[in-house]
Structures are given as C-alpha cells and as structure tokens.
C-alpha cells in the first residue's frame, strides 16, 4: 500500500510511494540532466515500466497555488524482502535537508523488513560516501576482498557512460 510522509519542517514538501503522482517528464529531465550524471532519458513507456518495476520514493512540492510538482526521486530496485538496490536517487531543490530526510524515511522502512540482507549502492568517493556515512546510520563502503569475496558485474546497453 502507498505512503505519504510530510516534511517536519517544510510541510509543502511530501514523500509519497505513490505511482499515480509520477510526472514522468520531469523524471525525465532530470536523469537526462548533468546532475544525474549515471542516467539518461528513457522513452515515456519504458521510464513507466522501470518506475512501475520500482520501490519508488518521488519527493513533492506543492505550490501556493495548489499544484504539485515532482521535484526528486529515489529508486529501490527490490524484492521487498531481501535486496534492495538504491539508484536514481536525486533532489532538485538541494540543501534543505531533503536527501537526509529521504534516506531517513526509506532506512525507517527498511528497517521494518526483516529478512532483509543488505542495502546496496554505487557513489563516488568524494562527495556521497560521506554524504551516506554520515546520514544512513552503519552504512559503510563495502569491502569484500578482506571477508574472501569478490563483486562481478557485466555491463549492458544501458549501462551509464561513466563506466564504460
Ligand atoms: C545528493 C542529494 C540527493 C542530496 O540532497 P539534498 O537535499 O541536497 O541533501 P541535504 O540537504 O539533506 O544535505 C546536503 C548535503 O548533500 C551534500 N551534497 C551535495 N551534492 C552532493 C552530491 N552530488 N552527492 C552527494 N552529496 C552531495 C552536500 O555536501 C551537503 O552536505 P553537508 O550538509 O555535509 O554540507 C542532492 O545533492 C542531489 O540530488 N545531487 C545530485 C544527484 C546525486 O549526486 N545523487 C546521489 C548519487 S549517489
């Protein structure tokens, strides 16, 4: 069943699981744009399908005059039981504590699942480990070497342009 969480802060801000509020072209524009730099635009159907496919977190702003504009997102890529995969994770209204209060509702519900074995996700040293260090309570950079394992992954046609 789809959720809503307001803001504590900002109440014209909302997080909703719900597909129906979905505005697919600002999704768009925003995996096509610089600051998604591992997306790109999708064809509307397909974009439906992987959101539709998706444990979806959009973050909502509504306006003076009523309407309400997609303005983030936050995709997990899961069973609902064991996995759960984090990507497309952005805010176009940045530094109001938005990400932190995203992060924040999706570990509270993740923390509920109780079969589940591990949260994963792919950032870049610099700026997002210590952003997720420091907002996602025991998160750490996976280091499977020193426990005796390896990660592999083959990459597709939709791989982002920053691995290939
Ligand atoms: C990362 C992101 C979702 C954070 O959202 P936000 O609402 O601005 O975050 P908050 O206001 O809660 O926190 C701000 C923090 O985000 C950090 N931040 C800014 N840009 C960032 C980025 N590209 N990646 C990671 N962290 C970033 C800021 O340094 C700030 O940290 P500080 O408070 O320690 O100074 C947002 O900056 C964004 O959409 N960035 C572009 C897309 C992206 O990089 N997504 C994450 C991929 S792993």
Redesign the pocket.
């Known amino acids: 069943m789809a959720q809503d969480w307001t803001h504590p802060k900002y109440p014209d801000y909302i997080l909703s699981t719900r597909k129906e509020w979905f505005n697919v072209i600002a999704v768009n524009d925003a995996l096509d744009s610089d ?2 730099y591992w997306g790109t635009r999708l064809p509307v159907d397909v974009l439906r399908k992987m959101l539709d496919n998706s444990l979806t977190f959009g973050v909502y702003h509504t306006g003076p005059d009523g309407a309400r504009q997609q303005v983030g997102l936050a995709r997990l890529v899961t069973d609902e039981v064991s996995f759960a995969y984090l990507t497309d ?3 176009l209204h ?8 995203v992060l924040q509702v999706m570990d509270e519900m993740l923390s509920t699942w109780p079969h589940l074995r591990r949260l994963m ?1 792919i ?2 040293p610099k ?2 480990k ?2 997720y260090e ?1 907002r996602l309570p025991r998160c750490h950079e996976l280091d499977l070497v020193s426990r005796g394992y390896t990660m592999m992954e083959k990459l597709y046609e939709g791989a982002p342009k920053v691995f290939l």
Do not use: A, E, R, S
């Open positions: 600051m998604v994770f952005y805010v940045q530094g109001k504590g938005l990400g932190t209060w996700f950032t870049d700026h997002g210590p952003f420091t």
